[in-house]
């Protein structure tokens, strides 16, 4: 698997872009599962931390696309800096409520303005990736390559995070994910070398979701980020039903974990299945491996399981920016694939709300139920609507 790898970091500035995007992305995993423990551990609800939480991953999946505009229009050097001080204040002042103990409305408003000026720096990192390997066969190994990094950082995200705010302090957790953010945002937009040129736009140049594939695929990750926020949360509740709280943040990283693995694979493959067969098969594949998870009672069992149900992960996300990479005109790019992370973000919200609310009502293992209808939903809609994902003859790793 380490042969197609080998090569890739040698350009002029990419191991330095590649460093900043991971340690800036590193709050992706733990922003989420922080305000749940933190929220929680002071209001004793799951429903008010879900709400909260989905309220920061709403807000995210609104801005998402206009910040990977104004990236489009303005460069990423431009737009980094202000959007990544103003997040770390308002991570701030979501603290400082919770610790105040002031009204619930207060922690939802301050969750709004975190999630309205977080930044898709995963979609920016692609983005020069696309810039440096557009056209060749090295493009889906970069992109593989950052599916995996994405894992690695929800494996050690999530763990990190409850260990901190576990065995240190509740509000621990959320202090590192805010000084990762800001060391990996900055370091990212001050390397202008690697960073996408600004591409003139036509005046009537729209949206890239208007595109039917790019509006196909966005409708498959909602779904599946209704998945990944209500996984999140069932399984800290899980793991507090059968006393092991401080197990959570491990058993989503073995749902991480096995992303992580399958992703390795993927990409060291030169697939001779087009983009749109790859893609409608890892939506089955991810239906059939969330099964096993809503029947078992053992923390132990799950991790192994929820390590299972992960496999599909990478291969569905490397595939829906390859094609997205595809569908959308350069100078469109960023937010094209800022449309992927906001639709996966609109999914997390719900799947949050929805996960907070069934937990309480009937239990983590029942509310597991709600996780695999909506994979069911996301392979339905993609498998149905595959036809819009045809692509024209192009140099590329695989042919669609």
């Given amino acids: 698997m380490v042969g197609p790898y080998r090569g890739l970091f040698d350009g002029p500035g990419v191991k330095g ?27 004793s609800s799951y429903a008010t931390a879900g709400g909260v939480a989905a309220m920061t991953n709403l807000a995210f999946a609104v801005a998402a696309p206009m910040s990977g505009r104004l ?44 999630g309205a000026t977080s930044l898709s720096l995963g979609s920016m990192v692609r983005a020069r990736w696309s810039v440096i390997h557009g056209g060749s066969g090295k493009l889906h190994t970069a992109f593989a ?55 003139p736009v036509k005046s009537a140049a729209g949206s890239p979701i208007l595109i039917p594939g790019i509006a196909l695929l966005a409708c498959v990750y909602l779904a599946l980020g209704a998945v990944f926020g209500s996984v999140d949360l069932i399984t800290v509740a899980f793991a507090e039903e059968h006393g092991a709280k401080g197990a959570s943040g491990f058993l989503l990283a073995a749902f991480a974990g096995g992303s992580m ?39 132990r069992i799950m991790a192994a399981a929820l390590f299972l149900a992960g496999f599909a992960i990478s291969p569905t996300l490397i595939t829906g920016f390859s094609l997205t990479e595809r569908l959308v005109p350069p100078s469109l790019l960023t937010e094209g694939m800022a449309w992927i992370s906001t639709s996966i973000g609109f999914g997390v919200a719900v799947g949050a709300w929805a996960g907070g609310r069934l937990t309480e009502m009937f239990g983590a293992s029942n509310a597991y139920a709600f996780s695999w209808t909506a994979a069911i939903l996301a392979a339905v809609v993609g498998i149905g609507g595959s036809g819009l994902l045809r692509l024209p003859e192009a140099p590329s790793p695989a042919k669609s």
């Fill in 145 to 199: 390559f950052e599916s995996v990094v994405d894992e690695v950082i929800f494996v050690t995200g999530p763990a990190l995070v409850t260990v901190l705010a576990t065995a240190v302090n509740p509000y621990a957790g959320l202090v590192v994910a805010l000084v990762c953010m800001l060391l990996g945002a900055l370091a990212l937009a001050a390397q202008r070398r690697t960073q996408p040129p600004v591409q």
């Fill in 17 to 43: 872009f590649v460093l900043a995007g991971f340690i800036g992305r590193m709050p992706m995993s733990m922003l989420g599962i922080g305000v749940v423990l933190l929220v929680s551990a002071l209001t």
């Fill in 261 to 299: 693995v399958s992703g390795l694979w993927f990409g060291s493959r030169n697939w001779q299945i087009s983009l749109r067969g790859r893609f409608v098969r890892t939506l089955a594949l991810f239906v059939v491996g969330l099964i096993p998870i809503m029947f078992i009672g053992d923390a």
């Fill in 71 to 114: 990236v489009d229009r303005f460069g990423q050097g431009r737009v980094i800096p202000p959007f990544a001080v103003v997040n770390a204040l308002a991570l701030v002042a979501l603290m400082l409520c919770a610790g105040f103990g002031l009204p619930d409305w207060t922690l939802y408003a301050s969750g709004l303005l975190v």
